[in-house]
Every structure is written in structure tokens, then in C-alpha cells.
């Protein structure tokens, strides 16, 4: 990749870094070259606009050509610059996990809502990923315990810098195993979980983004991507107190089938809450 001599300052690099990516046909172009940029020069991105003239240092000039190459390759944002922002909290990522979503956010309020009035509770985050869920819980429940399984150890360990680096490590616990088997003989008060739901033949019809680079196990729900629906559903209630809640994320156009899962295995008070696109994007129900 070339740049030319006079393209140095900070003005002349966004555009610069703006044009690459369009020719990719990454699909925020402005938005990703100004936080590749305010990221390789270590400035918050409204300097950029203030002080178009800054000339940084040859390093910085460096790190964004070889960001700006990657991010050509379509590779995902986050993964480029290691953090993403969840539920106002900065999480570390890496193609070991999956990219916690915005409309991951709506399954955190509601287990907030849902444990409203529940001193000391007790939540258990299936496949636990980055640690979105669970560190956010952490992080706004103060008196929680939380237990999270994750089959990844790669994974886990991005979840244990996470909860480290959110001051919380010392109230959640990471289990590596498959689903819910780590939790053999605990009972909780909240299970939730945003498992794979992607049907499988569908996940190469997406942007190269998730196929190109998310990890496939975090996405693959098999063939009608209900398949770990039938396997927690079924399971949690070994699992939970009297009382106590389940509340999954789905995928678009999944709730109703996995509201039906919830009501044949006997669960109360089943509903489905819809995320800012108006989706019904997360299944709750209660055992009584
Ligand atoms: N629990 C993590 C998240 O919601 C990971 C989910 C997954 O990998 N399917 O971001």
C-alpha cells in the first residue's frame, strides 16, 4: 500500500484511510477510518477534527497503514484495535471470541429488571464468550455471584482479563466445560445465555466480517439454528431455584419456537422483550 509524501498530517490521513476502505467496501468507511486513525495517533477522534495539521510520529503512521490493510481484508474492527464497547463498559476481544453486539445490551436489562428485588443473587452466563453478559451483570449487580462455563479456554482467558481489568474477578467464576455440565449441583436465581443460533448454511451468506473472522463455533446453531435452545432449555431447570429466571437471546424470526421450548418444559411466565429494531431478540420464563 502507498501513501503519497504530502499525505502526513492527520487531515490528509483520514482522507486518505477513508478512500482505501470505500474501495474495499467496508461499510462505514468514515466511521471506521476516523477511529483506526484516532486510535494509531492515541487521540480522542474530536482532535482529528479540531487539528486536521497535527503531523504525528512515523510509528503511528506505520500502525495505521497496517490497521487500514487489515481492515481492507475486511477484518473486523474490534478485532484490529482489541476492545469493543458493551453496556458503557470496554471489553477486550480477539478472533477467539465473538463481537458483543448492541442488541446483547437488551438481555443485560433484562436481567437487571428481572433480578430487581433479589438480594444476593446467584446468575449463571452460558458460553460465556468475551464476557459481555456476565461483566456487565457483574459489573451493575453488586451483590451478585456469577458462574460462567465456556468450552473455549482461548476464550475463558479474554473473559478472565475482562473481569480483571472491570474490577469484578472477584465475584464471578469461569468454568471450562461445554453448556451447563460445569455447574453440576449449583442452583441459581438467573440463567442467561446468547448461544450460537445461526443456521449453519446460512453463516457464508453473511459479510466476510463474521465469516471471514468470527470464531464459527460462537455462531453455529446447526441446521435450523435452534440447536442449543434443546439442549439449555431442557437442562436449566436442574438448574435454577424455585422461582428462578432463563432468559436467552435469539435470532431473528427464532422467538416464537423457542417460546413454545420454554412452555413444554413446563416454564411460567414466558415472554419475549424485542431490541431497538423492534426484533424479538430475548425469551424469558420462569420456574414455579
Ligand atoms: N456471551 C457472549 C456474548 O454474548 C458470547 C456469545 C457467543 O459466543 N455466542 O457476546
Not at 474501495?23 to 492515541?42: C, F, K, Q
Not at 495539521?53 to 495505521?64: C, G, N, R, T
Not at 487500514?68 to 477486550?92: M, N
Request: hydrophobic letters at 40%.
Amino acid at each position: 500500500m502507498r501513501i503519497s509524501q504530502s499525505a502526513s498530517c492527520l487531515g490528509e490521513l483520514l482522507e486518505w484511510a477513508v478512500t482505501e476502505l470505500k474501495a474495499a467496501g467496508v461499510d462505514t468507511p468514515h466511521l471506521d477510518a476516523r477511529i483506526l486513525l484516532a486510535e494509531a495517533v492515541n487521540l480522542p477522534t474530536t482532535d482529528i477534527y479540531a487539528h486536521p495539521e497535527i503531523i504525528p510520529s512515523s510509528e503511528a503512521i506505520q500502525q495505521l497503514y497496517e490497521w487500514v490493510r487489515r481492515r481492507r481484508h475486511r477484518e473486523p474492527l474490534p478485532y484490529i484495535i482489541g476492545k469493543k464497547e458493551f453496556y458503557g463498559l470496554s471489553f477486550e476481544v480477539s478472533s477467539s471470541v465473538l463481537i458483543p453486539r448492541p442488541e446483547t445490551e437488551v438481555l443485560v436489562e433484562t436481567s437487571i429488571r428481572l433480578l430487581k428485588g433479589v438480594p444476593n443473587p446467584t446468575i449463571a452466563d452460558i458460553g460465556v464468550g468475551s464476557g459481555a453478559i456476565a461483566l456487565s451483570l457483574a459489573y451493575h449487580l453488586k451483590d451478585a455471584t456469577i458462574y460462567c462455563t465456556e468450552k473455549s479456554a482461548d476464550a475463558l482467558k479474554i473473559a478472565r482479563r475482562n473481569a480483571a481489568r472491570l474490577n469484578v474477578g472477584h465475584k464471578v467464576h469461569f468454568l471450562e466445560g461445554d453448556l451447563l455440565k460445569p455447574l453440576t449441583g449449583k442452583t441459581f436465581d438467573l440463567i442467561v445465555s446468547n448461544p450460537p443460533y445461526i443456521p449453519t448454511t446460512e453463516i457464508d451468506t453473511l459479510q466476510p466480517e463474521i465469516t471471514k473472522y468470527e470464531p464459527r463455533q460462537a455462531l453455529d446453531g446447526g441446521p435450523d439454528g435452534l440447536l442449543y435452545y434443546r439442549i439449555i432449555v431442557p437442562q436449566s431447570p436442574n438448574y435454577l431455584k424455585n422461582g428462578g429466571w432463563l432468559a436467552v437471546e435469539v435470532g431473528a424470526g427464532q422467538a416464537t419456537e423457542v417460546v413454545s421450548l420454554f412452555q413444554i418444559e413446563g416454564f411460567k411466565d414466558t415472554h419475549t422483550v424485542a431490541d431497538l429494531a423492534g426484533i424479538e431478540r430475548v425469551v424469558v420464563g420462569r420456574l414455579k
